[in-house]
């Protein structure tokens, strides 16, 4: 054979090799493409090696590994060829064709470290107990086990510390939290039924509602509505109640009026339709939407001018163990602002539309 000495050399040692009989590959399980003329030994030795070219990261959806973002972005497909000649074997770079319509980061995940440091030094220097709610809107507050609120600012620093564990002793721990449009009241519900408003300015408690609903059940949810003077509750018998705050003569006061009683079916969970600022002026926010989700059913009422069901329809066939939950809201549909709902059975993650 001629050739090269590194070449004869290579051909005589595997010649001298005593191979295992092994079974043939499968070229349609391993995926193999089809070679029309298979290169020589010889050829693969002489092929002249490529020139390195710097390494870039052409994928620019790899380049934020701090956080989790999704892009939209397109990536060429991978081309394959049946020729025998190597070059054209090989896997083509990966090429990225950033589109004008790039919607841009959808989901951040972000672990809020100094909130929870500040939550591990309280439980062990001040018995505040473990978080178990949380709230966010241009505050974040969390609720404790031991009865606590604890207010922090954007920047993650404490701000309030609402309670003590005495009172969370007697009411139990926190179960329910809601801040208002203003960020300037937040309700506290709690496992033994006692209702709390504090005021987010100076921390100072406003009302205190042990009469909201019947005693002995846990409040599950407590919302705000867009109507600051007027919030709902939904406790562990599976009733709703309404909350109407009042301030005659200088006292603060609560009215309370049930909406849908438990005898008839548990609702586990309660979200009225925010507007917000900019759709303030929308019809529909003359009716403060409310929906409330059973295990078999989901019901929209109306609580203003006077209560009213707007609509009513069961889910189908579900699984009876799950508990459902809600969100809605304002979506923009073809320049019309119209609501829109969402219910899903309990799972690892939340959705809404």
Not at 223 to 247: H, I, M, Q, Y
């Amino acid at each position: 054979m001629s050739g090269s000495p590194d070449t004869r050399s290579l051909v005589s040692a595997s010649s001298q090799l005593n191979l295992m009989e092994i079974d043939a590959i499968d070229d349609k399980e391993f995926d193999i493409p089809q070679v029309d003329t298979p290169p020589t030994l010889e050829s693969i030795l002489n092929e002249p090696e490529d020139e390195e070219e710097p390494f870039i990261l052409e994928d620019t959806c790899l380049l934020n590994t701090e956080n989790i973002d999704a892009h939209s972005c397109e990536t060429s497909s991978l081309a394959s060829s049946d020729s025998g000649d190597r070059t054209h074997l090989k896997r083509r770079r990966k090429t990225v064709e950033l589109s004008t319509t790039v919607h841009g980061s959808v989901l951040r995940h972000s672990i809020l470290k100094g909130i929870s440091a500040q939550i591990v030094s309280a439980a062990d220097k001040v018995d505040a107990g473990l978080p178990l709610q949380l709230t966010v809107s241009g505050v974040i507050v969390v609720g404790t086990s031991h009865g606590l609120a604890l207010v922090f600012d954007l920047n993650q620093a404490l701000r309030l510390c609402l309670g003590s564990t005495a009172t969370g002793a007697e009411y139990g721990a926190v179960s329910a939290l809601s801040i208002n449009h203003h960020c300037t009241r937040l309700l506290c519900g709690f496992a033994k039924g006692h209702i709390t408003m504090w005021d987010l300015a100076n921390g100072k408690l406003l009302r205190s509602i042990t009469d909201a609903h019947p005693p002995g059940t846990a409040v599950l949810h407590v919302k705000f509505t867009d109507d600051p003077t007027l919030a709902v509750c939904n406790d562990s018998g599976g009733s709703v109640f309404e909350l109407a705050f009042r301030r005659l003569m200088g006292m603060r006061t609560c009215e309370s009026r049930c909406l849908f009683s438990g005898s008839k079916g548990e609702v586990c969970n309660v979200e009225p339709l925010l507007s917000g600022p900019d759709l303030k002026d929308h019809p529909i926010t003359q009716y403060s939407l409310l929906a409330m989700a059973s295990l078999t059913k989901i019901l929209v009422i109306g609580l203003k001018p006077s209560l009213k069901v707007w609509m009513t329809f069961p889910y189908g066939k579900t699984d009876p163990t799950s508990v459902p939950q809600l969100a809605w809201q304002f979506v923009p549909v073809q320049k019309v602002v119209t609501p829109s709902w969402h219910s899903a059975e309990e799972t690892p993650y939340t959705s809404c539309w």
